[in-house]
């Protein structure tokens, strides 16, 4: 019964969240005119089209690792708002390396993935440094970082520099990166399914097991959940908080590589931003858990993948923003309403326990 | 004691006396900067008008940012409550007047503001989380609104349709005087006078109106009984309580304010800058906002400050990319003489330092023609960077800003 209670409370944010998001969007689509009911409905069956559900499928890739990423900030109190300019600067180099070497492709695919993440690592220990030694909050130097990123990569991007011209438009590329630094993709469904998701469930394993059976994972959490008692206890409270951040970044660096080796092979000023506000999100939903995060990211980008649907209701499609930032806050907010009532009932039973058993202390209790 | 002294440090390294020394050094430096690179447009007065126009938005969100601040929020949430403001401004300034437009923009801001309180304050989310959020929903909502109201109406989806002028006013005599001063290329007078004429010349009634925010912020921040309260919630929100101190009222009035003053800001770009609505026309001026908060040390002379810098480079740019070349010439000053005393002081860290910028710097200047649009284009979060890394030991942000707080909770 009691397991039970605690399962309620725990899914009964997110439930709540999505719940709130569907009215919200209901009235909204209401006041265009549409039937809520029947654009769901259609949401669905586009959605749940086979070469849409593989769309999806390479897309919850690059979402689940974007909020692996976050969640591992999380677990430290850091805040990763940085994982855009991370992952964006990682998978342009990666390609530029991959571009530029000839190897076979079982040292090939290696170097390109590890390029990435070292780069998205290196990215993020800059605010993990200044966090540290300056004590500077993450999100203001992220957001900072960000910007410099998108700057940094179309400085480099030039035809004079790294990059080249593409051949149909004028949107620039970097080289091509040989067949060698490719992974294959199973035909499925009539769409093809990138491997390198294969990676990302490895990743998620791996997260889990360095979190919950490591000593390092042990620190992590200890530090995360009180800086000075991990430090009184002999943790290097700082380093870990280093360390954190640089891995963020790492894992960071991955988000967007199934792309880049599965599909385009090259990078291009087409690779999407606003993983990084998605990835939170999704560690929020998922509450940092890694199959959560998986449910959550395959929820969102089956949203998105549907959202073209809206566009025949006659719904501008860019609703689905608006539905996002609901749910980002609609989740917190949830969260934050369901830790407060579950403590108040933790504090009722621990005082009931406590309580002499007179009148006077069932009074208070009411 | 040790405070005592650091005040009275402060109080005369920002004297009145100290810091006209150092704007008299500054406008002497980049005279001789023009006359030596022969770049004339920096102190001209068409550069100085422009350099007003970038100047406003950016000054507004950072006064935003200060009052969400000094209150003990942190606002990440400025540029969607900018890009409320930009829509807001656009379209009841379309169907009202522009007048009616700013105050709509003020309008649309605070509500975001009020939002983000509710949500910070009231529920406690963590702050990051919903400015972030509230970024996401300002734009997704000025793009659904768009599709909505424009179309048809002369605007499309990410377009609206024009606003009329507010006006602009010249004053008479002086303008044309100082004009002529300007063109005669004299040392440090022609760049005074271009300045000047800048400031006298065409200047937006709006540009007037929205100026004085800084000093009504100022006098309010500091000189009422209302702005003690309010530094006091964002120094020590535990304490200002157990004096009376009504916390969440004080951050909700100061949320409400800072949204409208960033809604302001959009006002100002739609409504002025642009004459009408464009999607994705604030281009992350919110966060350079909060970068000009930093910049500025929580002070609103030092937000105006930064603003300006940030204005001037964002005019520069688009202007005549050689000027901001020749602005790396007071980079290599600056960075060299910030060496050479921390030389006298014996910092061998600092000087090497100090002198390694300005050697890398003068390199690059000797080498190349101009300096990348893209390098100019994050030059502020770059500068913001680097004052955070370098200077972070005198800057002094309220020592609650961010932190949650619930009433009746310690800590």
């Given at each position: ?132 030694k300056r004590n500077i909050s993450e999100v203001i130097s ?225 | ?190 760049d005074i006078a271009g300045v000047s004429a800048g400031l ?12 004085l925010a800084l000093p009504i912020t100022a006098w309010i ?191």
């Amino acid at each position: 019964m009691k397991k039970l209670n605690k399962l309620f409370w725990a899914l009964a944010a997110p439930v709540a969240a999505i719940l709130f998001t569907l009215i919200f969007v209901s009235i909204i689509l209401l006041f265009k005119g549409a039937n809520p009911l029947s654009t769901f409905q259609l949401i669905a069956t586009y959605g749940s089209q086979s070469d849409n559900i593989v769309a999806e499928l390479n897309q919850t890739v690059a979402y689940y690792l974007a909020g692996v990423a976050a969640a591992i900030g999380f677990k430290m109190l850091l805040f990763n708002i940085g994982i855009d300019g991370q992952y964006r600067l990682a998978i342009f180099m990666a390609a530029v390396v991959g571009g530029a070497t000839h190897l076979p492709s079982y040292l090939e695919v290696p170097l390109i993935i590890l390029t990435g993440m070292v780069v998205g690592a290196l990215w993020a220990s800059i605010s993990g440094y200044l966090k540290v030694k300056r004590n500077i909050s993450e999100v203001i130097s992220n957001i900072m970082l960000n910007t410099i990123a998108s700057g940094l990569i179309i400085y480099l991007l030039q035809p004079s520099r790294l990059g080249l011209k593409g051949k149909s438009s004028d949107n620039l590329s970097t080289p091509l990166i040989p067949s060698s630094g490719s992974l294959p993709t199973f035909h499925i469904f009539g769409g093809e399914l990138y491997s390198f998701g294969l990676v990302a469930i490895a990743v998620g394993i791996l997260y889990w097991i360095v979190l919950n059976k490591s000593v390092f994972g042990f620190n992590l959490r200890a530090t995360g959940m009180s800086f000075r008692a991990a430090r009184a206890s002999g943790v290097n409270a700082p380093r870990m908080v280093f360390i954190t951040m640089a891995l963020s970044g790492g894992i960071a660096g991955l988000t967007g590589m199934g792309e880049l080796l599965c599909n385009t092979h090259t990078y291009s000023l087409a690779f999407p931003t606003g993983y990084a506000l998605t990835g939170l999100a999704l560690a929020l939903l998922g509450r940092s858990n890694p199959i959560g995060i998986a449910i959550a990211a395959f929820f969102w980008s089956f949203l998105e993948q549907a959202a073209p649907a809206l566009d025949l209701e006659g719904v501008p499609k860019e609703i689905v923003m608006m539905m996002q930032g609901t749910i980002i806050l609609a989740t917190v907010t949830a969260y934050e309403v369901v830790k407060r009532i579950t403590r108040r009932q933790q504090q009722r039973l621990v005082g009931a326990a406590d309580a002499p058993r007179v009148e006077v202390g069932q009074k208070g209790d009411k | 004691m040790s405070t005592l002294k650091g005040n009275r440090l402060w109080k005369i390294i920002t004297s009145p006396s100290r810091m006209m020394l150092t704007v008299a050094a500054i406008i002497i430096l980049i005279s001789l900067i023009r006359q030596f690179t022969g770049v004339d447009d920096i102190t001209s007065p068409g550069a100085t008008g422009a350099t007003i126009r970038f100047t406003i938005p950016i000054l507004m969100a950072g006064l935003g940012g200060l009052w969400a601040e000094r209150s003990g929020v942190i606002n990440i949430g400025l540029e969607g409550m900018m890009i409320l403001g930009t829509w807001f401004g656009a379209w009841f300034g379309f169907l009202y007047g522009p007048w009616v437009g700013i105050f709509a923009g003020a309008v649309g801001g605070a509500i975001a503001g009020l939002l983000h309180a509710f949500l910070t304050v009231r529920v406690g989310i963590d702050q990051a989380v919903s400015g972030l959020a509230i970024n996401l929903l300002g734009a997704g909502t000025a793009r659904f609104l768009s599709g909505v109201f424009f179309i048809g109406k002369g605007g499309d989806v990410n377009i609206s349709p024009q606003v009329s002028s507010t006006g602009s006013f010249t004053v008479p005599g002086l303008s044309p005087l100082l004009t002529t001063l300007a063109h005669k290329h004299i040392l440090v007078i022609s760049d005074i006078a271009g300045v000047s004429a800048g400031l006298v010349t065409k200047i937006n009634w709006a540009s007037l109106v929205m100026f004085l925010a800084l000093p009504i912020t100022a006098w309010i921040l500091w000189k009422t009984r209302f702005g003690l309260r309010m530094r006091f919630c964002g120094e020590n929100p535990v304490a200002a309580e157990s004096l009376g101190v009504n916390v969440y009222r004080t951050r909700f009035i100061a949320m409400a304010v800072s949204g409208a003053l960033a809604g302001l800001g959009g006002a100002y770009i739609s409504i002025v800058s642009t004459g009408n609505y464009l999607e994705g026309q604030t281009a992350g001026r919110g966060y350079i906002g909060l970068a000009a908060v930093i910049f500025g040390n929580w002070t609103p002379v030092g937000v105006l400050g930064g603003s300006v810098l940030f204005g001037l480079t964002d005019a520069l740019r688009v202007r005549q990319s050689t000027s901001v070349h020749a602005l790396l010439l007071v980079v290599i000053v600056l960075a060299g003489v910030y060496g050479l005393t921390k030389l006298r002081k014996k910092d061998w860290k600092g000087f090497i330092t100090g002198i390694l910028i300005a050697v890398l710097v003068l390199a690059y200047y000797m080498i190349n023609k101009t300096v990348p649009d893209e390098f100019v284009t994050f030059f502020p979060n770059l500068t913001t960077i680097l004052v955070l890394a370098f200077l972070s030991q005198r800057l002094r942000p309220p020592a609650m800003a961010g932190a949650p707080y619930r009433k009746g909770e310690e800590g």
